[in-house]
């Protein structure tokens, strides 16, 4: 069942969002902290709905004959709407990104110029699956003082609903107007599309989910967009490398979480440490269950790989499947991963600082890896708390999100009667 | 006469440009102020093809009936090539903005974590008639490591060929390959849509010039945009407001450089400061030779003034015409301003200084003032040295933009074989 909307009714939605977000501005960051508790007070205290909820997204999903990871992504229990409530209270103590100054100075005039982080204003979330991201998006939003629309996908439509109503419930009578936090209840692909050129009311989407969703909104949207997501990652492991580091590395990049952006999809390997290693290299890979697809030389190496071609560079696999291939020096290693790369997380092993100096340079990526697994590209790894998602773009925020992604500046001039 | 100019031609242009980026991102800082100060005694060293191709421009605009603005916009003589030569030499005295640990920690597994600011890559500059964006916009791209597409407006077309063209000589032996700097010799529009989806080759797109083009731009582009220019700015005088310092501000915002976007175009005036002043406020504009357009209330103070409407409101006049509307306070002014305002530059003239705070907390724009004029909204009045437009958008630069806006970050990752 197709649940429509009128494009009027969404724009009426984000409109009323663009009103809430210019009162949320104004609250101090006591008053939004205070509702960030209520709202995780109130998600404990009322879960039933929610996990009622949750059965029938459940049950959809069994019909439609959604395999098991899909169906865990999906699944909320107790202890998963308990994790909501905690990632909330984690972003209240949060500092406060909006209302600081970032430098301030006065001209020849006396004019006094001060920079200061402010909110967005409204934020577009548009995402798929799981729906943690209704809570964890809301949290983030609220606290850097942004108003939110959210349309997430039509797999987890009630349970997403029942959150949202329980956190309307929360806001009343609170600081922060329910308006704050839109939900667009509807899985027609229509609803997703008027926001993508609702300019006047909307400061920034941003989609998370698969690599088609991205696509689509990057394409299509006039709104400015904070792209995040896919991770095709590399490794080059260096004619200096380490051979139980390059291992422990690989290994831990590949099969710690596969199918998270930061995996390692593709190994570059120097032709003289892959003469000398190559033999570990692949028992490794195979005690750990992962699938070799080969260039040639992988080929005459370990007969059972799977030739690799074009679209095995390019695929982000999410797999325990990776692609191997073998290079002469870091320059063909760099040059490999600006033809297939993503720009999301690229690392290099060797004992040779001047070599992984020139492959940081070299390499145009958000982050960048000197003998360390790609896996640390998180908000939570690197210490920014909750994350909004890792942005591959270069404009505005690069690399993973925290809460100063959702801000921008303002100058401020203090005058008293300067003219030109 | 159109140029025209096949798209693949344009995309093999891009690309050129942005091989050129990568060797561009390996110069030292005194590398390119060396390829600066060249370009800038080459172009005092070569003024004449330069000025007979601006001629051939000027006998063109003349046949095309062009007015003298756009005539003086578009000519050319000694004093002007000198001072795109020295506007290169200051963008050389500027500080580098790439290179640069913006901050740095170390995470419990000894990870350190560098956050440094690394060039764009590409930038694709589309603007009208001025030749100087030839040269400014070079310089800034080269400055801050990025290469450059130029595709300059058709009326300037000669001209800006004679530049780059001189600009590509100075460039031969030196540490800046000549591909960095690419200019699309093409009056086509089509070649400017081109530019709008290479989004594989193209790290940002710049429009300088009209609202049209700026428009164009960002409806139709799906390379991240830096959106520059339209300033519908209004003043506020407010009930407390000095009369001197109302009366300064206003003449020097309106009638300084009307053609400039942070010049002002309405005005917003408290009842009660307009029933006393009005008679001095009107006197004034007329001594300037402004044109008063006129709410309903400024009508029957001002009985030539021009009924004001809708369009007015909304209208970036860029003349000596302004829209006058009385209000009955400050919520009252900022929801005119969020409504008609563009986010570029707002202005409140009051003596209270709780009104100019709620005023600058209510209203959302790059740049608010208080007691003073709008006309300081711009890189070199702030400061910033040279600058690359000013930013009406809300992501990465906000308000003016100098060399920093040109750059992103990298995450270094410095490791001894950590993993998750």
Known sequence: MTLTIEKTDVKKQAKLAQDASKKLRMLSTE?????????????EEHMEPILEANAKDLEAGKQKGFDDALMDRLSLDEQRIRDFAEGLREVAELEDPTGKTITDWTLENELLVEKVTVPLGVIGMI????????????????KSGNAIVLKGGSNAIQSNKAIVDVMHDALKNSAVPSEAVQFINSTDREATNALFTMKEHIDVLIPR????????????ATVPVLETG???CHIYIDEDADVQKALNIIINAKTDRPAVCNAAETLLIHEKWFKKNHEVLFDTLEQHGVTVHGDEEVLNHKADAIPAGESDWANEYLSLDVAVKVVGN???AADHIDRYGTKHSEAIVTENEKTAKRFMMLVDAAALYHNASTRFTDGGALGFGAEIGISTQKLHARGPMGLPALTTIKYLMHGNGQIR
């Open 31 to 43: 008053e939004k902290n205070k509702v960030l508790y209520k709202l995780a007070d109130h998600l």
């Open 127 to 142: 995402y798929e699956a799981r729906p943690n991201v209704t809570v964890d998006a809301t949290g983030l939003a609220l």
């Open 209 to 220: 989910g698969g690599g088609a969703l991205i696509q689509a909104v990057v394409d299509n």
């Open 230 to 232: 896919v991770g095709n």
């Open 330 to 332: 870091v320059e063909a």
